[in-house]
């Protein structure tokens, strides 16, 4: 990592200039540089939450901008994923092991062909650390394979992701099969991911659709919340 041929020493910089070399480190995949930037910002007393947030997922957001505008291609994207992914596995456990008391259970999985996961395992990491046990079913996840999940993990929670206007409308099949087989109202079903919004959640006949993690969280936190007094009232 060279500017006008100086190295640029990271603990050197400033928390601004810090942040805003980790979007030009993260832009150009470099993986040890982003977990060493991590680490300074946690350091200097920064919550997990602002790194994942102000940092990492800011950053993919601008990659984001410049992959829709041709700019970046596939390679390129999957060396800043990784070290997206890099940053985040530092975060982790942080995030996870916060000793919340057990909210219940989720089972989450982005849909059939889409293979895009950090969003998903964000959610994760943040249900996780809310106080869920989270089952992951990774990516490319076809109906059977959540049904399966489902009936071995029993779950308060079935959470789908999808970042592909593509891959979206495979999360009514699935809702779709669990009505069929009359099991859709013994999990609450939250969706999410980049294309998504409020109007397609309600039209596929999921609970409903999480703009972020941490909306994610919320309305978890909610679902269960009726859930029990429902459960208090019958
Ligand atoms: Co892809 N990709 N990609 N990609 N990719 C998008 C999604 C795209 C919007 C880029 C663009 O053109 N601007 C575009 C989709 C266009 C569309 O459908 N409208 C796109 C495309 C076209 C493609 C390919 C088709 C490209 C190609 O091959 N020509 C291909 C498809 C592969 C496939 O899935 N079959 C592809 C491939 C890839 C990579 C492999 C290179 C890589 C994925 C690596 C990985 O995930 N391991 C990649 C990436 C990184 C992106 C972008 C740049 C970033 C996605 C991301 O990680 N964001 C993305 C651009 C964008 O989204 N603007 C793009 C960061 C993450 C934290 O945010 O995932 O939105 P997000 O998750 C958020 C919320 O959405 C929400 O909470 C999360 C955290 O706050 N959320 C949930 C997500 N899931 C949830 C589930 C819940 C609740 C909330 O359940 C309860």
Known sequence: MSEDGDDIILSELDDDELVQ????DLYDGLKEEIEEATHILLDRGWTP????????????RIVGVDFRDGILFVPEVLLAANAMKAGMSILRPL???TGAPKLGSMVI???KGDIHDIGKNLVGMM??????????LGI????????????????DILGMSALLTTTMP???????????KGLRDDYIVLVGGAPLNEEFGKAIGADAYCRDAAVAVE??????ARKHNQMAAG
């Open 170 to 180: 495979y999360m009514k099949v699935v809702i779709d099969t669990l009505k069929e």
């Open 95 to 97: 995030l996870v092991e």
């Open 49 to 60: 939450y602002n790194v994942l947030t102000k940092a990492l997922v800011e950053g993919m």
């Open 21 to 24: 070399q980790m979007y030009d």
């Open 127 to 136: 249900m996780e650390g809310a106080g869920f046990d989270v089952v992951d």
């Open 140 to 155: 490319n996840t076809d109906v059977d394979e959540y049904l399966a999940a489902l009936e071995e993990h029993k779950p």
């Open 109 to 111: 999985g982005t849909v």
């Open 219 to 224: 309305t978890a936190k909610e679902f269960i």
